[in-house]
């Protein structure tokens, strides 16, 4: 057979080879953010009590809400035009 054959049949059983990732979380981290995320979509852990706003917190958010489209969207973002990131060790 020619190089060019051979090659090309290699590559066609390439995908042959390859190995599915096994479903589920990998890591203790992931296991523990699948059960928050789990437990959320389920409304198991919901409170009974209704959390409702007045008509002056609506208020309020719809004025904040509106006010947010004075502002002008810029054509492009200047990243030079930001402040400083802290390096420090936060204290």
Known sequence: MKPATLCC???LALPLTTHAI????????QQETEGWLQL??????????????????????MQRWLKSYQHE????????????????SGQ
Do not use: M
């Not at 990243?79 to 420090?88: F, I, L, R, Y």
């Open 73 to 88: 969207i810029p054509e492009f973002f200047d990243q030079d035009a930001g402040g400083a990131v802290d390096s420090g």
């Open 22 to 29: 096994d479903p589920g979380p990998a890591s203790p981290q």
């Open 40 to 61: 959320q979509s389920s409304n198991a852990a919901a409170s009974q009590k209704k959390q409702t706003a007045t008509a002056t917190e609506r208020e309020l958010a």
């Open 9 to 11: 049949l290699g590559f």
